[in-house]
């Protein structure tokens, strides 16, 4: 059986809009102007997108996504021009759609509020026109509706319109909006590849306002385009937080700004695969494309079982359990929806509101590449870490098969054994050349980075947190695995949900909570099953070396006895001739296993997953907390914050590991 890859993951470039509404002063002054900038930074992206693709040869991208919060000015001029030119429109919200409407209408009557926020229309024509342009746009964008505090929003939405001098009343309504809005915004952030801001420089320290979340972005690591709202055409990109402060210097904008922000478009669609340095020579520019290379086997095969069978023998808490079977068997993208993944597909799916097309989406688009790639990473981990196993075995046998003709045959029978010295040498090199030559070890590192990313994408994905673009980690020496993951993730985005406190409760007990605990009692029996190993390999290479002092000092105590003949000659020499074999045989094979004790770093890895088990525990217990708190003291903020902690503790792990086994090329046992 062949499983043939899963279709590569078509780039889409996604992009975020912030700026100015109609009432202030700037932005009305410069409206005109500001439109006309902004549609011809939209047809440079267009031009530098398709012009991307048609150098890469690639294939052509998803349609643009442009995220907005649907606000009056900026937002709604954005929107109408990318609507014209095609782009899938995608809506993160503060609040509910009707809340939404309510709050951003701005009615001026407690009457017309309640009308709003109840889905029905406005007395006043003003206030009832701004409400028909929002539910226009509502209808035309992909909404993600952050709903589950929109009882109490709404709540001090209505006391601030019933006493309107109360000026308390309007500051705590103000604080919580802003709230909600700079989270929406972080949404919006997490989900793009370029912020556009349109802004007059003034200030950042408004929640939720256009500088702060051009703040926001560029300290998550993400480029933004700035159009000063004072004079647009001197637009300029921006890369770091430290850009800001001398924002008010009106410095000039770069010389080649339209070619920075070409390569900008075309690293987030077809990026420049890296030049990989290979174990004594450059290797290939590697993309995902070296995905459609590799075999699907269904099964482990056993003659690459010996570093698992290590792992088993020293690390096990019973004798039985060191010989159980080890052959796996591989979900692929089909099994795995009715396998592992079934329970985490039947509750992501049951949230109230779930979006079906979203949860087909992560199906195709994350569940079905997890588990080509976690298989394919189980099989080719199995052979790079079983093959140097196997060579450090040969080795030992090697050498102590060119001297075994000592104790059990003669001098002219010595060919015999140099002949199976020599084939065991053969075979090491044959095992170090094919793996160097395969690229064991590399496509073992890409492909595991790879699944890793996507084993707990569905959870976030699903809460609508992802890792912003500037925070994802390089590769060392190729980056495929971590664009091929987030472009999986991007190629599913945000879904079309309503999110209330029951949805979120529903994700807390049977998505978030449910996979850390998982990862925590998986991490706490690898970190003790490996601290076993480590000790048991030393153990017993210690105890080998001691055996092959006592066969030593036996020789020679032979030898002395010899001298005063106190041992039948014959027998003196039988007995040493075993005990010179002994000599070579126990230290050697002492060393050998010293040396898979240190190629596998048993010590290391048991460290690396206490560390990750004793994060996720710690996470597990702020999850059990919220998990027993009312349910309307879960809100979102927490749990995304939750979420984004647990993709963390992932990412660090697979940077511990990556540090552990970089430079661990297969070679010859030296």
């Known amino acids: 059986m062949n499983e043939p890859a899963p279709p590569p993951p078509v780039a889409r470039l996604s992009l975020g809009i912030t700026g100015h509404r109609e009432e202030k002063p700037v932005f009305a002054a410069n409206r005109e102007a500001i439109e006309q900038i902004l549609t011809g930074i939209f047809e440079q992206v267009d031009n530098a997108a398709t012009q991307a693709v048609a150098q890469a040869q690639a294939a052509g991208p998803q349609p643009t996504r442009l995220h907005s919060m649907l606000s009056d000015g900026v937002d709604q001029i954005a929107m109408a021009t990318g609507q014209a030119r095609g782009w899938e429109l995608v809506a993160p919200l503060a609040f509910g759609r009707d809340l939404n409407i309510a709050i951003n209408a701005e009615p001026v009557t407690l009457a017309d509020a309640e009308a709003l926020r109840g889905g029905r229309d406005a007395a006043d024509p003003a206030t009832q026109e701004r409400a028909e342009q929002l539910r226009a746009w509502s209808d035309a964008a992909h909404l993600f509706e952050l709903a589950d505090r929109d009882d109490v929003i709404g709540e001090l939405l209505l006391a601030s319109l019933s006493a309107p001098y109360d000026m308390r009343a309007a500051q705590v309504l103000s604080a919580a909006v802003s709230e ?82 070409a390569r900008l478009v075309r690293d ?98 994350i569940l079905g590449r997890f588990a080509w790639t976690d298989g394919i990473s189980a099989r080719l981990s199995d052979t790079y870490r079983g093959g140097m196993i196997l060579n450090f075995i040969f080795s030992a046998l090697a050498i102590v098969g060119g001297i075994a003709y000592l104790p059990f045959a003669t001098a002219q029978e010595k060919w015999i054994f140099a002949s199976v010295e020599l084939l065991l040498l053969i075979a090491i090199l044959a095992i170090t050349l094919i793996g160097q030559n395969r690229r064991w070890h590399g496509r073992w590192f890409e492909t595991r980075r790879a699944a890793e990313y996507l084993r707990h994408a569905p959870i976030l994905l699903t809460l609508g947190v992802a890792r912003p673009t500037g925070r994802w980690p390089r590769g060392a020496r190729t980056n495929w695995p971590e664009l091929y993951a987030r472009h999986s993730i991007r190629g599913v985005g945000l879904p079309r949900v309503r999110i209330t406190r ?69 027998a003196s020499t039988r007995i040493s001739l075993s005990l010179t074999f002994l000599g070579v045989l126990l230290p050697t094979f002492g060393a050998a296993i010293a040396g898979i004790r ?39 903020a927490r749990l995304a914050d939750l979420a984004h902690a647990t993709d963390d503790i992932v990412v660090d792990e697979i940077e511990s590991w990556q540090a552990v086994f970089a430079g661990k090329h297969i070679t010859v046992p030296v």
């Open 268 to 365: 987030a669609l077809v990026p420049d695969a890296a030049t990989t340095e290979g174990h004594g020579s450059k290797e290939p520019r590697l993309t995902a494309a070296v995905l459609d290379a590799e075999h699907w086997r269904p099964r482990s095969v056993r003659l690459w079982h010996a570093y698992r069978r290590v792992e088993a023998l020293f690390g096990a808490d019973t004798v039985r359990g060191g010989f159980r079977g080890l052959r796996q068997t591989y979900e692929d993208p089909e099994t795995i929806l009715t396998g592992s993944a079934a329970d985490q597909i039947g509750t992501a799916g049951g949230l109230p509101g779930q979006d079906p097309h979203f949860m087909e989406r992560v199906k195709a688009g």
């Open 502 to 570: 029951a949805y979120l409760s529903g994700a807390l007990s049977g998505l978030l909570k449910p996979y850390v605990i998982g990862q925590r009692d998986y991490h706490r029996a690898k970190a003790r099953r490996l601290h076993r190993a480590q000790q048991n390999l030393d153990t017993f290479s210690e105890c080998l070396f001691i055996l092959a002092i006592v066969s030593v000092t036996s020789y020679l105590a032979l030898k002395l006895v010899g001298i005063f003949h106190l041992v039948d000659e014959d």
């Open 180 to 261: 909600r809005v700079a989270l929406a915004a972080c949404v919006m952030i997490e989900q793009i590849d370029l912020l556009i801001g349109i802004w007059d420089g003034a200030t950042t320290s408004f929640v939720g306002g256009t500088g702060a979340t051009i703040a926001m972005a560029l300290d998550m690591g993400t480029p933004v385009l700035w159009i000063d709202a004072h004079s647009p055409e001197r637009w300029r990109l921006l890369f770091a937080p430290e850009a800001l402060p001398a924002i008010a210097q009106w410095p000039p904008p770069q010389e080649d700004r339209e070619v920075i922000l």
């Open 598 to 636: 240190y190629f596998g770093d048993f010590e290391r890895f048991s460290a690396i997953s206490e560390v990750a088990a004793e994060r996720l525990d710690a996470l597990a217990g702020r999850l059990a907390l919220l998990e027993t708190a009312p349910v309307d003291a879960i809100d979102y």
